[in-house]
């Protein structure tokens, strides 16, 4: 009876040392695929910026840089999601520059995160009135407050 | 003066420097008491315009630890060690508040403190000692506009050897070329604005660049990149190199020193988000001159990565 209970109690131990490491695998392999998802958005995002910016600069392509705005405002939603605790470059070092601080101090990335939501936003109605002036005011204030303010605090790359 | 630049801002310090210079040598002789410059509202202005190029407070505020402007206090990693950056607000007891117009243009052309102690060149004075008279002064007439703090200096922690404070002496024969920005009349008035702006004022080198073992800069690599800069971050090659500025257009450079975005859409961080903030502030026709002048360096292949750094 002792014996069977000893082995029982052994054999339910490994098997949750077992599935605790099969859920930390499984974790460290999403972490990784949320590091490369979330450096594949920021990229996609780069590339839409760089027309919304082209159309701020000459007027031209209001449809274009609408449908990138749309595509930004739904982006800019997403990205507090991308940053799961454990992402960062104390376990993913090489890999990202995404800082502890972003973990450390969240009242401030949340802040930045939320301020960037609502640029895009004025972003995208200055574009739809095809108001070539205040894009380009609404994009300079969203590069600094949003994109800049956020890579500044918590981006170790330049 | 064998060599003169056209621009007015250039020039006028230059026909002054001589002038000063003997006044200053006078003034010394006097009784250690140095050129007197009238302090006016301009000045002031003139001077809160070059502490923003030059970026001032990035280092000389504790931001992260809500630190007063100016108080000093900022912990900057090195390979070296940490240094802490001094206070340079006027406050006459911890800040600069003492020192004299003489004492403040000796620290940025010369690299050597009122007390006469050599300064790491963490504080970028191999840069600084290009900047005209007129100009110091003028930063000096911005400084002492502001309110002192009343914080006092930490002492730097730095890695031995680097600790040795007297072996900046040798180190300056060795690498410090001391004097105030010539210019090159061959070039137009826009490069040499630039250049000005880039190698004296906004000592765009001290980070830009990889340093050997005992600090200095390697030429060869100026603005070729760092991988292992200041706070452990790199910066990246400035040249010519088609893989750094080479396909950029003087546009594109002044649109990240305005708004920190590079043509693939990205937006600058870390430490350059810092001097974009200050970037964005100046003139256009000084951004202009900076990407001017950027756009006129050779390629440099850039820095190689040492085995050592991990990012």
Known sequence: ?158 | MPRRVSRQDLIAPMFWYPASALLLAAALALGGRAVAQEVTADAVARGAYLFTAADCASCHTDTKNAGAPLGGGRALKTAFGTFFTPNISPDRQHGIGTWSDGQFIKAFRKGVSPDGRDYYPAFPYTSFTGMTDRDLLDLKAYLFSQPPVPTANKPHDLNFPYSIRWALMPWKILYFREGPFMGDPSRPMEWNRGAYLVKAIGHCGECHSPRNSLGAIEKTRRLAGVWNGPDGQSAPNITQHPDALGKWSTGDIEGLLKDGITPDGDFVGSGMADVVANTAKLDDADRHAIAVFLKALPAKDPTPKPAAAAR
Do not use: Y
């Not at chain 1, 910026?49 to 990138?68: R, V, Y």
């Not at chain 1, 802040?111 to 009135?129: E, R, Y």
């Open chain 1, 1 to 158: 009876m002792q014996t069977w209970r000893w082995k029982f109690s052994l054999g339910a131990a490994a098997a949750l040392a077992a599935s605790i490491a099969l859920m930390a695998a499984v974790k460290a392999d999403d972490l990784a695929s949320v590091v490369a998802e979330r450096q594949a958005g920021m990229k996609a995002m780069g590339g839409k910026l760089k027309e919304i910016k082209a159309f701020a600069e000459s007027g031209a392509g209001q449809a274009e840089a609408s449908a990138d705005a749309a595509v930004l405002v739904a982006t800019a939603k997403s990205i507090p999601g991308w940053f799961p605790v454990g992402s960062g470059l104390d376990s993913f070092s090489g890999k990202t520059a995404a800082k502890p601080e972003i973990w450390n101090d969240q009242a401030k990335f949340k802040a930045i995160a939320a301020t960037f939501q609502a640029d895009t936003v004025a972003l995208q109605q200055a574009i739809a009135a095809g108001d070539k002036a205040g894009a380009s005011s609404a994009f300079e204030a969203m590069g600094r407050e949003g994109c800049g303010a956020c890579h500044g605090a918590f981006r170790a790359k330049t």
